[in-house]
C-alpha cells in the first residue's frame, strides 16, 4: 500500500512536471500555489480563516512526498485546540517529547479528508489560471501592432470571429475584418495584433482578450514591411497610409536615398512585389503615392489614377480644386467617392474635383470667375505685389494683360515669368510645365495674351 502511495505522489510531481513545460510556467511558482492552497484548505478544515497567521507549513520530500507540517504544543491530556497535543501521542512522534514543548505534526494530503483535498484542488487551479493569464499577457501585450497568424476556428456570434493563435484565442469584430472575407473552420488567415487587455469578456472567462485586425492601415503597413526589402531596411519610408477595407487603400512613401525610386521599389518589376500583398487583401485595389512636400504636387499623386491637367490650391483655407480630363472624371472621383475620399485624408485639404468641360462651363460666368478669383488669390497677392516691387526690369508688367489675375501672374513670376515680353516667346507647352499652371490655364493665358496684344513682324 505504501508503495502506492509513493508511486501517486511521483506521478504526481512527473505531471507537475510536463504541466510546466507545457504551460512554459516555472515549476517553483507552480509548486508555491500548491504549497499555499493546501495550507488554505486544511486551514479551512481546522476552521481557520485563510488568511489568519496560524502556523501551517507543506513541504515535498526527497522521495516526492507531500506533506502538511503543523508545530503543536505538547500538554497533558487530550485537548481540542488543532495546535495542541497530548504528551501520549507526542511521545509516539518524538520519544523525547515533554509537556511544554512542541512537536512537529505531519499529514499526507492524501490521508486529509475528501472535502479538504478538492478545495485545495480548486484553490490551485484557480491560481494557476491567474498565473497562466498574466504571463499569456505579458507575452502578447509586447507584441501590439505586430502581425501574426492563426486558424479561424467559429464564429462566436454572428460578427464575431474566434482565431486559433496556438497558446491563446484571439477574437475579430466585425470592424477589424475585410468585408466580404469568407471562411470556414481550420483556414488560415494574417491579421495584425491590435490591442492586448485583461479585461471581462462576454464570451470567455479567462480575462484576457487580444483583439485583431485584418481592417486597420496598420495591417496593410506590416504586410509591406514584410514583401518589401527596401521598407524593411529602411531605404523606403512609409508616410502614411488611408484606407477602406476591401476597397482601396492609397499608402504614401518616400526615398531616404536620391538613386531610390520608391515606388518603383513597392511594385516591381510588372508588379509582382504588389501582388502577394493584393491577393492577401482579397484583390483590394492598392495606389503606391509619391510623397511631396508640395502641395500641388502631393495632391496630384494622391488623385491617382487619374492624372490632373492642373490643380489649384489655397493654402490659407486648405481647399484644392482639381481639373481633371473630361475621360477621367469618375475615375478621380472613385467608386462611391473612395478615391478622393482617401486623397483628402491624406492631403488634409478638401478637395473639389471638375472636369475640363465643368471648369469651361463655370469660366463662362463672370460671377463664378470671380468667386474661383477671390479663392485661390488672396494667398498669393501680397506675393505678387512683393515680386513686382523687387522686378527692376523695363518690360511691360504683366498686370497690364487684361484679365490675368493675380493669381496667375504670381505664379508667371515664380516661374521667371516676369513682364510681358517674355510671355510672348512662350510656348502652351512652356508654360504648362509652370507648377500650379498645368495646360488649361496655359491656353487661356494665351488667349488673352492674342486678345490684348499687337504682334508685328519685323521687315
Known amino acids: 500500500m505504501a ?13 507537475i512536471q510536463q504541466f510546466c513545460s507545457d504551460k512554459g510556467l516555472s515549476k517553483d511558482s507552480v509548486l508555491n500555489i500548491i504549497k499555499d492552497s493546501l495550507v488554505g484548505a486544511y486551514k479551512k478544515k481546522l476552521g481557520l480563516e485563510v488568511s ?38 507526542a511521545k509516539a512522534i518524538d520519544e523525547n517529547a515533554e509537556i511544554g514543548g512542541t512537536v512537529q505534526f505531519k499529514e499526507k494530503p492524501i490521508e486529509l479528508s475528501r472535502i479538504v483535498s478538492n478545495q485545495a484542488r480548486q484553490m490551485v487551479f484557480q491560481k494557476l489560471k491567474e498565473m497562466e493569464r498574466e504571463l499569456l499577457f505579458n507575452e502578447y501585450k509586447v507584441k501590439e ?21 496556438g497558446k491563446v484565442e484571439g477574437v475579430m ?56 526589402p527596401e521598407i524593411y531596411d529602411g531605404l523606403v519610408q512609409i508616410v502614411d497610409i488611408a484606407r477602406l477595407p476591401s476597397v482601396r487603400t492609397k499608402i504614401v ?24 500583398i493584393v491577393r492577401e487583401l482579397g484583390n483590394e485595389r492598392i495606389d503606391i503615392i509619391q510623397y511631396s512636400d508640395n502641395p500641388s504636387e502631393f495632391i496630384t499623386n494622391a488623385i491617382s489614377p487619374a492624372k490632373p491637367v492642373e490643380v489649384r490650391v489655397d493654402h ?53 470667375r470671380d468667386r474661383l478669383d477671390k479663392l485661390f488669390n488672396n494667398h498669393v497677392a501680397n506675393h505678387s505685389k512683393a515680386v513686382e516691387s523687387e522686378d527692376d526690369s523695363k518690360g511691360t508688367p504683366l498686370s497690364e494683360i ?30 504648362a510645365k509652370i507648377p500650379g499652371v498645368g495646360l488649361t490655364t496655359s491656353e487661356q493665358i494665351l488667349r488673352l495674351l492674342s486678345e490684348s496684344v499687337e504682334f508685328v513682324e519685323e521687315g
Open 253 to 276: 512613401v518616400r526615398g531616404t536615398r536620391s538613386d531610390i525610386d520608391p515606388v518603383g521599389a513597392c511594385v516591381g518589376m510588372k508588379g509582382v512585389r504588389i501582388q502577394s
Open 316 to 368: 490659407d483655407n486648405r481647399e484644392a480644386l482639381v481639373i481633371v480630363p473630361d475621360d477621367s472624371l469618375s475615375l478621380a472621383i472613385g467608386s462611391s467617392g473612395s478615391n478622393v475620399k482617401l486623397a483628402v485624408q491624406l492631403c488634409q485639404f478638401k478637395i473639389d474635383i471638375k472636369s475640363v468641360s465643368q471648369y469651361n462651363e463655370d469660366m463662362t460666368s463672370p460671377e463664378a
Open 173 to 228: 469584430p466585425k470592424k477589424e475584418q475585410n468585408p466580404g472575407e469568407k471562411y470556414k473552420a481550420g483556414d488560415r488567415l494574417k491579421a495584425i495584433i491590435s490591442r492586448v487587455e485583461l479585461r471581462k469578456d462576454k464570451f470567455r472567462d479567462t480575462g484576457l482578450v487580444i483583439t485583431l485586425s485584418r481592417a486597420s492601415g496598420d495591417f496593410v503597413k506590416k504586410l509591406f514591411e514584410m514583401e518589401i
Open 52 to 89: 489568519s497567521e496560524a502556523d501551517v507549513n507543506v513541504e515535498f520530500s526527497e522521495k516526492n512526498e507531500v506533506v502538511i507540517v503543523v508545530p503543536k504544543k505538547v500538554v497533558e491530556a487530550t485537548s481540542d485546540s488543532p495546535f495542541e497535543i497530548s504528551l501520549a501521542k
Open 402 to 431: 487684361p484679365g490675368l489675375t493675380s493669381r496667375v501672374i504670381s505664379l508667371l513670376q515664380s516661374g521667371g515669368v516676369n513682364d510681358v515680353e517674355t510671355l510672348i516667346e512662350m510656348q502652351s507647352e512652356d508654360l
Open 3 to 15: 508503495t502506492k502511495q509513493v508511486n501517486n505522489e511521483t506521478n504526481l510531481f512527473e505531471a
Open 145 to 165: 501592432g505586430e502581425l501574426t497568424h492563426g486558424y479561424f476556428q467559429r464564429w462566436i456570434n454572428k460578427d464575431t470571429m474566434s482565431i486559433d493563435l
